[in-house]
T-cell receptor
Framework: DSGVTQTPKHLITATGQRVTLRCSPR?????VYWYQQSLDQGLQFLIQ???????AKGNILERFSAQQFPDLHSELNLSSLELGDSALYFC????????????FGEGSRLTVL | DAKTTQPNSMESNEEEPVHLPCNHS???????IHWYRQLPSQGPEYVIH???SNVNNRMASLAIAEDRKSSTLILHRATLRDAAVYYC?????????????FGPGTRLSVLP
């Protein structure tokens, strides 16, 4: 158990819909990262927040957005969903801004039909 | 971004040592070498990281070549639970915006 909690574990929705994925980092961790893992793309970095502020951005689509709240939990919002958005979405956390050790959650599996 | 090259797959027998190679010929002086692994149906898990010297922890050892252009992750005694995809990743800690870039990794199979 990494200490990172992600909900929901599984989500099935239709194209065009919007979903929110939630992540609770390990106690004391200030950084939260979001990654997408699909069969053909592997693990792709989406975005990083540190203590409530966006600090790094990767290959995140404009239809996707994220935020980190004062209690440090984070949400990833995916809108206008397409079939290609079906993937595992992982959240990770770390103590600081550029730590070598990230702790990953078990992921949220999104299926878009 | 400095890139890494790993074999697509490797096989090992249970209870034998495993050496997982990684080439990173374009590594910069401030790139740390990280290893993560991903067990089936789980999120990635940190294994070890280092800069120049060899590193040991409870999970594995990391041997870094003198010129730093390659490294080897050593599992001293493979178990069935070590079957996973192993990722070798470079990260320059001067630039926190350069986040962990996971390549395809090496899929390790452990035979009983």
């Amino acid at each position: 158990d990494s200490g990172v909690t992600q909900t929901p574990k599984h989500l099935i929705t239709a194209t065009g819909q919007r979903v929110t994925l939630r992540c609770s980092p390990r106690s004391g961790d200030l950084s939260v990262y979001w990654y997408q893992q699909s069969l053909d793309q592997g693990l792709q970095f989406l975005i990083q927040y540190y203590n409530g502020e966006e600090r790094a951005k990767g290959n995140i689509l404009e239809r996707f957005s994220a935020q980190q709240f004062p209690d440090l939990h984070s949400e990833l919002n995916l809108s206008s969903l397409e079939l290609g958005d079906s993937a595992l979405y992982f959240c990770a956390s770390s103590v600081g801004l550029a730590d070598g050790e990230l702790f990953f959650g078990e992921g949220s599996r999104l299926t878009v039909l | 971004d400095a890139k890494t090259t790993q074999p697509n797959s490797m096989e090992s027998n249970e209870e034998e040592p495993v050496h997982l190679p990684c080439n990173h010929s374009t590594i910069s002086g401030t790139d740390y070498i990280h290893w993560y692994r991903q067990l089936p149906s789980q999120g990635p898990e940190y294994v070890i990281h280092g800069l120049t010297s060899n590193v040991n922890n409870r999970m594995a050892s990391l041997a870094i070549a003198e010129d730093r252009k390659s490294s080897t992750l050593i599992l001293h005694r493979a178990t069935l639970r070590d079957a996973a995809v192993y990722y070798c990743i470079l990260r320059d800690v001067r630039n926190y915006g350069q986040n962990f870039v996971f390549g395809p990794g090496t899929r390790l199979s452990v035979l009983p």
